[in-house]
């Protein structure tokens, strides 16, 4: 028998209703049969020391699907409390769902946990002595418990057929009685069984519950947490087709696996009352529970797909960053009681508590999901965020090389208004841009036009022809903030009166990052052919053309302009 050295036991006493010697585990079946009047009455209370051993969590995802956010929390919290206690973190694939469980999901989702940084200690390719880490790989270790218990009389075979079975619901529900087994095979004889047995009868194992008491626990999060016994009735622990159920399962493997703590979500909270009953009749010791409220949508329903994007794969995919998906998951209930939300693996690993875990739901945010990987994508070492945004621009062929002197100061340039790697796209496309007779035919734009606009222009026309301007570029911002402050004066204008036209038809926008360094950009832009040809960028030789091109005239009138330039766009 499997034991679980440093774990906190479940105390349980029997307690007969009349006077017969006080029933302890070993008799408690003769008592049942022998004593029917008083059977199966006792209760169970569950508590809590101070675990000594070794602390053991695991997480336990089914492959019938991606890595939910709701999951992927779950494997986070349990990570963080074996890596901060100095235990053991182990990953254990559910699979008994034949029909549902594929190989391909299962491997999404070790991906998905690699992605996230959450290494596991025992599991799936990484090995380990509490072997093997899928359950239908184990069903010779759940077969061997289930005679066990069947040995001891705890379980029994029932024998009834699926209408039997309904009959049954039909008639609690009519009584208004919970839906518990109300079959003759609970207390039926071994000649019963043994003639069903002897005819090829399909059946399934049931396990015994107590008719009367309770059963209490301490949950770490939620404090103690009982039922009462009589709402459960026997309950199925091996099907007719001999595929054990999830409760018997689960059991088994964390006792067998040594698992002192059960970190899991809310909704398997109703299935502790079954689990504890097994961990007492095949004489494991309980773990510790914890149970995690559910991650809610922004209407505090249960989050899904309806909402969004719901699965690790998908914000892998969208451009999000692994540290700041670990970083917003860990604050879906958890805080460190300062100020802070900014966090690493590391440093959530020092910090983090299971008794800081909050009771109520946490409530998804995409937004403010996508604003902390906006700040985690900022906190990159300079040349690492310029490598990531310098192969997106390659890869999605914006540019047509991922790395140089344009690539590094465009990335800091532009930087701010990158929350994903996705946004970097749009962030050059604009700044590449010049949509200037749409700018012109706005309203933001009329008082800059009534301010002397054309003859703005054309000073600017002549500077550049004179050669001022490209020389200025040529010398980077220095060089350009020169030529502007020499400009303004020629002019009489500063502040906004000077820089304000100036940007709009340099760039044919009002508002933008800092223009110095977007005119040195757009400078080399032409020059080094970086920008690939499909791109539509639209040269500073060009942009002068167009500005010579303009009817100024027709501009004061609202009239249409004589022609209009299409903005650098992404190629499809």
């Known amino acids: 028998m499997a034991t679980i050295a440093g774990t906190p036991w479940v105390r349980i006493r029997a307690f007969p209703m009349l006077n017969p010697p006080i029933l302890h585990h070993s008799n408690l079946y003769f008592a049942e049969r022998c004593f029917p009047k008083f059977r199966r009455s006792f209760s169970v209370s569950a508590s809590v ?35 901060g206690n100095g235990g053991k973190f182990v990953l254990r694939i559910e699979d008994t769902d034949l029909e549902r469980s594929t190989r391909q999901s299962e491997e999404a989702v070790l991906k998905d946990l690699s992605w996230l940084g959450l290494d596991w200690d025992e599991g ?3 090995g380990g002595d509490y072997g093997p880490y899928r359950q239908s790989e184990r069903n010779t270790l759940y077969k061997q418990y289930a005679e066990k218990l069947l040995e001891s009389g705890q379980v029994y075979r029932c024998f009834c057929s699926n209408e039997e079975l309904e009959k049954m619901k039909e008639v609690a529900k009519l009584k208004q009685l919970p839906p518990v087994y109300m079959g003759k095979w609970a207390t039926a004889t071994d000649e019963e069984a043994q003639e069903e047995l002897e005819k090829g009868t399909p059946y399934t194992y049931r396990f015994r519950v107590p008719q009367q008491g309770s059963l209490k626990i301490n949950d770490l999060i939620r404090g103690e947490v009982s039922w009462n016994l009589n709402t459960l009735g026997d309950f199925v622990i091996m099907r007719s087709n001999g595929q ?78 692994p540290e700041a ?29 299971i008794s800081r875990v909050n009771k109520s739901g946490a409530v998804f945010d995409s937004t403010k999901l996508r604003w902390m990987n906006g700040q985690h994508l900022r906190a990159l070492p300079s040349e690492e965020l310029t490598k990531l945004i310098g192969e997106r621009w390659k890869s999605t062929g914006i540019l047509t ?172």
């Open 244 to 321: 054990p159920v999830y409760n018997f399962c689960v059991t088994v493997d964390d006792a067998t696996m040594a698992i002192s703590h059960v970190i899991r979500a809310e909704e398997h909270l109703p299935n502790t009352l079954r689990q504890a009953l097994i961990y007492k009749a095949l004489g494991f010791p309980m773990p510790y529970f914890a149970h995690v409220s559910l991650i809610l949508a922004p209407d505090r329903s249960k989050l899904s797909k309806r909402h969004g994007a719901t699965s690790v794969g998908q914000f892998r995919e969208m451009g999000y960053l």
């Open 325 to 353: 998906m670990v970083n917003y998951l860990a604050l879906l209930g958890w805080g460190d009681g300062t100020e802070n939300e900014f966090f690493t693996l590391e440093q959530l690993v020092e910090k983090f508590s």
């Open 124 to 126: 799936p390719s990484a």
């Open 49 to 83: 020391n101070k675990v000594d051993g070794e602390v053991r969590v695991r997480f336990a995802p089914s492959p019938t699907g991606n890595l939910h956010v709701g999951g992927a929390r779950t494997a986070l919290f349990n990570y963080l409390f074996a890596r």
């Open 401 to 572: 090389e991922s790395e140089g002197p344009f690539i590094e100061e465009s990335v800091q340039l532009l930087k701010d208004a990158i929350d994903l790697i996705t946004d970097a796209d749009k962030a050059l496309s604009n700044l590449l841009s010049y949509p200037l007779h749409t700018t012109l035919a706005s309203s933001e734009a009329k008082p800059l036009v009534e301010d002397k606009l054309s003859e703005f222009s054309a000073s600017l026309i002549a500077a550049y022809d004179s050669g001022k301007i490209l020389s200025a570029l040529e010398e980077g911002p220095s060089g350009w903030q020169k030529w502007v402050k020499t400009f303004g004066k020629s002019l009489k204008r500063k502040g906004k009166s000077l820089f304000m036209p100036l940007r709009l038809l340099l760039t044919g926008k009002i508002h933008g990052p800092d223009m110095g360094a977007s005119m040195v950009l757009l400078h080399k832009a032409g020059s080094s052919g970086v920008v690939a040809p499909q791109v539509g960028f639209v040269t500073l030789n060009d942009r002068f053309e167009i500005l010579r091109q303009i009817d100024w005239d027709s501009v004061t009138q609202d009239s249409p302009l004589f022609e209009s330039s299409a903005p650098a766009s992404v190629p499809n």
